[in-house]
């Protein structure tokens, strides 16, 4: 059987996933964050690594980063509740196979296990649009990169949910943090972006497909 590590910061979650997958793979361990995985990712070397893109410790592109794959081994799946172009690019271009969202069906994620682990490319609908039109050059990738890499990991997340719409108040419930903290998020993000507004945040976002 394919040997799976699943890593995702909610515990309950990968309870979840590893009891869909029980009957098909052998879920061999579990992680909750990027010091974690690393270590149990050297320790099993896996044929498959489930790999959630927003993790503590630096994100799952920091996971493939410092576990790379060797001999093709683990094969890196990125399963995600972000559908945001920057992170399906983002975590392909450091290394992943695939890249499925969380709303997958238990027997399509044993089957995109499956693919990837035969080498296949596997992603979502919708997702395989942003990887098209990056490598067709339609989504500034360069520029994306540098604005995005001055943003810290919880400025990213602040940002992509006040562009789409969220209230200071709802992004604090989302994140669990004060609104007073999301409201020294956006400052810190609109001056790093050199932009005034959360329309104009919210513009931008679009134009680059952050979301």
Known sequence: MTTVVIVDDHAMFRRGVRAE????????????DVAEAVAVIRAEQPDVVLLDVHLPGGGG???????????????????????????VIGVIRGGARGYVTKTITGPELVDAIRRVDAGDAVFSPRLAGFVLDAFAGA?????????????????REVMRLIARGYAYKEV?????ISIKTVETHMSSVLRKLQLTSRHELARWAADRRLF
């Open 61 to 87: 592109v920091e996971v493939i980063r410092q576990a790379p794959s060797t001999d093709g081994r683990p094969v890196y799946l990125a399963l995600s509740v972000s559908d945001a172009a920057e992170d």
């Open 139 to 155: 989504i500034p990738l360069a520029a994306v990169d540098e604005d995005l890499d001055s943003l810290t990991e919880r400025e």
């Open 21 to 32: 997958l029980a009957e098909h793979v052998d879920v061999v361990a579990e992680a909750g």
């Open 172 to 176: 604090a419930g989302e994140l669990f």
